[in-house]
């Protein structure tokens, strides 16, 4: 079963959907998750192809509890964060630089890694310090993301290059 729910009024929506049977993971079963977009708000990352390419990618969108999910986006609203989508060269490397990692925060450090090293290449200090901002609300997303994975199989991300 698939709904659609609106998380905040005019910032974004997310699928919703229902997950039953999950139970034999020896944890209890969660039942309802949502699939977080490291790279948001949607709005922003949009916009520009090469943004929406890697806010797209199946290894930077990790399946959350749904609590633990909402909580992540009510305290970075609260703060006013959110991830700043990179400079349009930043972009294009980090595309090229970017690897699946063997599991969820090995596929996280391959995106921090990649936008450190494009941040590198740019002369702009404008696409720096939105380099730097992403990298720390990234990072800022991992215990949410540790805490709200959905079962142990989804640290382990098939091999399919996405
Ligand atoms: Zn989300």
């Known amino acids: ?51 929406r390419a890697l806010r797209g990618r199946k290894s930077l969108i990790p399946r959350l509890d749904e609590s633990v999910h909402n909580a992540l986006h009510d305290n970075f609203r609260e703060q006013n964060l959110h991830v700043p989508i990179l400079g349009a060269q930043t972009l294009n490397l980090v595309n090229r630089l970017y690897e699946v990692g063997g599991n969820q925060f090995h596929s996280i450090d391959n995106l921090l890694s990649s936008i450190d090293k494009a941040a590198t290449f740019t002369p702009n200090s404008t696409s720096r310090e939105l380099a730097e901002l992403a990298i720390h609300t990234i990072q800022l997303q991992i215990p949410y993301i540790r805490d709200g994975l959905l079962h142990p199989a989804d640290l382990h991300i098939p091999p399919c290059n996405s």
Request: no cysteine.
């Open 1 to 51: 079963m698939e709904s659609r729910r609106i998380i905040t009024p005019d910032e974004y929506i997310e699928e919703t959907e229902d997950v039953e049977a999950l139970g034999n993971f020896g944890i209890p079963a969660r039942t309802h998750y949502n699939r977080h977009h490291i790279l948001f708000y949607r709005r922003e990352w949009a916009e520009h192809s090469e943004a």
